[in-house]
C-alpha cells in the first residue's frame, strides 16, 4: 500500500512537472506573439493616422517618444513576466528535487519485503494487543506474533519506545500501530493482551515517578477493563522488583518481598505491586483471565544505549573505551536472561493455564563486578578501567530467580548463554555507534543525552 503511494506520489509529482513545464512554454510563446503585436499594432496605426489626418504631418515628437515608452513598458512587464516564471521553475524544480530525495528515503525505509509470516486460518488467527509493543521487550514479542501469522495492534505512546523497532511491519495487513497512552481508555477488539506498557529503567521510572505509577495503575486498570468488556485473556508484565531488596534467595514467587514503600524505586516496586493485586481482583469479581509473568534482568538488541541498565552501560562504555562505572563495589548480584528466551516464557505463559505470578528469567548469577570484567573480555582490544563509585539508594544486592514453576507448568528454561546473548548484543550496540559521527570529545552518551540543538 505504502509503495503503491509512493509510485503515485511520484508520477504526479513527474506529471505536474512537465504540466508546469508546457504552461510555461505557452505563456512565453504568447508572451512573444504579444510582443510581435506590441510592435505591429502602433505601426498600423499610424498608417491610419496617416490617412486620416493627411493634411497634418505626423508629429513624431509626441507620437514616437510615447510609443518608445510603451514599447519599453511592454518589454519590461515581459522581462517581469519571464523572471517571474522562471523564479517559479526553478522553486518548482527545487520542490520536485526535495520531494525526490524524500521518497528515495521513504523507499529506502519502506522494506522491499516483509519478514515471512505464517498463514493461519481464520479460526486459528487471534487479535492480540501488545501495549509497550514499539519497546525493548515487546518489539520482540510482536515479531514473534507476526510470523506465527496473528493480527498484531501495538499500542506505544514512545516514551521509552521507538517506531524504529517496529518499522520493518508498517504497511502489512496483519499490524497496526496506535500512538496512545495506555493512561487514558482504549477501545479496540482483542482476544488476547499482553501487558507490557511500562518504562522499566530505574533511571526512566525515577524520571517521572508519578507517571510511573499512573501508567502501572490506572493503566493497568484500562487494560484489565478492557480485558473485561471485549472478553480477552491478558498477560500483565510484572517485574522481580516486586521483591524488593529480598530476604531470601533466590526468590520463588511465594515470597512476598522486601520493598521500601516511600524510596526512589517503590514508585516502579509498588506500581507493579498493585498491578499484579489489580490483575488478580479483575480474575477473582470480573472473571477476567490473567496472567502474570515476573520478569527478571533482561538484556538484548533493541535496547536504547541510552537506557540506564547495567547491560547497556557496560557495553556501550566498553565499546568506546570509557571507564565502565560500578555503582557501590559491585558485590551486588544479578541474573541475566537474553531477550528471545523471555519472549518464548511470555507466550508459554500466556497459552498455559497457569494463572499465578510465574518467574521468567535466567537463573545464572553473577557479581556486578565479574560482569563489567565479562563484558570488557567480550569485547576486542577493550582499555576500559573498571571503578566503583556511589553506591545506589535502595539498591538489591542479591537477586536471582528460583524458575521451578516455570519448568513445572510452562516447561520453560532459557536457552542462550550470557556469552551468547551479549555476544549478540555487543555487535548490536557497535552497529549503533556506527550509525553517529562524533567529534573528538564526545561520546555516544553525551551526545544522546544532551538536548537537539535548534
Ligand atoms: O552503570 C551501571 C548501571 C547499573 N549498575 C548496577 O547494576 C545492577 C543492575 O542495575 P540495572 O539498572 O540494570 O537493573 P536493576 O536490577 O537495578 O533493575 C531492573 O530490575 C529488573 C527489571 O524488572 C527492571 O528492568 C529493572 O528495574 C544494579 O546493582 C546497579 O546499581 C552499575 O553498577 N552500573
Not at 509470516?117 to 479460526?123: A, F, I, M, N
Not at 514499539?134 to 501469522?149: C, E, K
Request: aromatic letters at 8%.
Amino acid at each position: 500500500m505504502i509503495r503503491l503511494s509512493l509510485k503515485v506520489i511520484k508520477t504526479l509529482s513527474i506529471v505536474s512537472f512537465w504540466i508546469l513545464f508546457l504552461f510555461i512554454v505557452f505563456v512565453l510563446s504568447k508572451g512573444k506573439s504579444h510582443e510581435g503585436k506590441a510592435v505591429a499594432k502602433p505601426l498600423h496605426q499610424s498608417q491610419v493616422l496617416n490617412t486620416d489626418v493627411r493634411e497634418f504631418p505626423p508629429e513624431p515628437k509626441i507620437d514616437l517618444p510615447h510609443l518608445k515608452v510603451q514599447s519599453k513598458i511592454m518589454e519590461s512587464s515581459n522581462n517581469d513576466i519571464t523572471q517571474e516564471l522562471l523564479r517559479e521553475v526553478k522553486e518548482a524544480k527545487d520542490k520536485i528535487e526535495k520531494l525526490q530525495k524524500q521518497i528515495a528515503i521513504l523507499e529506502g525505509r519502506v522494506p522491499q519485503k516483509f519478514p515471512e509470516v505464517k498463514y493461519l486460518g481464520y479460526k486459528d488467527r487471534k487479535r492480540i494487543l501488545v501495549t509497550g509493543g514499539a519497546g525493548f521487550v515487546g518489539s520482540h514479542l510482536v515479531d514473534i506474533l507476526m510470523t506465527q501469522g496473528h493480527e498484531v495492534i501495538v499500542v506505544d505512546n514512545f516514551f521509552t519506545g521507538r517506531k524504529r523497532n517496529v518499522e520493518h511491519w508498517f504497511g502489512h495487513r496483519n499490524f497496526e500501530l496506535i500512538h496512545h497512552d495506555i493512561v487514558n481508555p482504549l477501545y479496540v477488539e482483542a482476544d488476547e493482551i499482553y501487558h507490557l506498557a511500562s518504562p522499566a529503567s530505574p533511571p526512566h521510572y525515577m524520571e517521572n515517578p508519578v507517571k510511573t505509577i499512573k501508567t502501572n495503575t490506572l493503566g493497568t486498570i484500562n487494560m484489565l477493563g478492557l480485558a473485561r468488556r471485549v472478553g480477552a485473556k491478558i498477560l500483565i508484565a510484572s517485574t522481580s522488583e516486586v521483591y524488593g531488596d529480598p530476604m531470601v534467595h533466590p526468590q520463588p514467587e511465594s515470597y512476598w518481598g522486601h520493598v521500601n514503600p516511600i524510596g526512589p524505586r517503590a514508585c516502579y516496586d509498588e506500581g507493579k505491586r498493585v498491578a499484579e493485586t489489580l490483575a488478580y481482583s479483575y480474575a477473582k469479581q470480573e472473571k477476567v483471565s490473567v496472567r502474570v509473568a515476573r520478569i527478571f534482568n533482561t538484556y538484548g538488541p533493541r535496547m536504547l544505549a541510552s537506557d540506564g541498565r547495567v547491560v547497556s552501560n557496560f557495553v556501550m562504555q566498553a565499546l568506546q573505551n570509557l571507564t565502565i562505572t560500578i555503582y557501590g563495589n559491585g558485590k551486588q548480584t544479578r541474573s541475566f536472561c537474553y531477550v528471545s528466551d523471555l519472549v518464548d516464557g511470555l507466550l508459554s505463559l500466556m497459552a498455559s493455564n497457569y494463572t499465578l505470578p510465574v518467574n521468567i528469567g535466567n537463573p545464572v548469577e553473577h557479581t556486578i563486578e565479574e560482569f563489567a570484567i565479562i563484558i570488557k573480555n567480550l569485547v576486542p582490544g577493550c582499555r576500559s578501567l573498571v571503578e566503583s563509585g556511589a553506591a545506589v539508594e535502595d539498591d538489591p544486592q542479591r537477586r536471582r530467580p528460583d524458575i521451578t514453576v516455570a519448568e513445572t507448568n510452562l516447561h520453560w528454561s532459557p536457552k542462550i548463554s550470557l556469552q551468547d546473548g551479549l555476544q549478540r548484543t555487543i555487535e548490536y550496540f557497535r552497529e549503533e555507534l556506527s550509525r553517529h559521527t562524533f567529534s573528538h570529545d564526545q561520546t555516544y552518551m553525551n551526545v544522546i543525552k544532551s538536548p537537539p540543538k535548534t
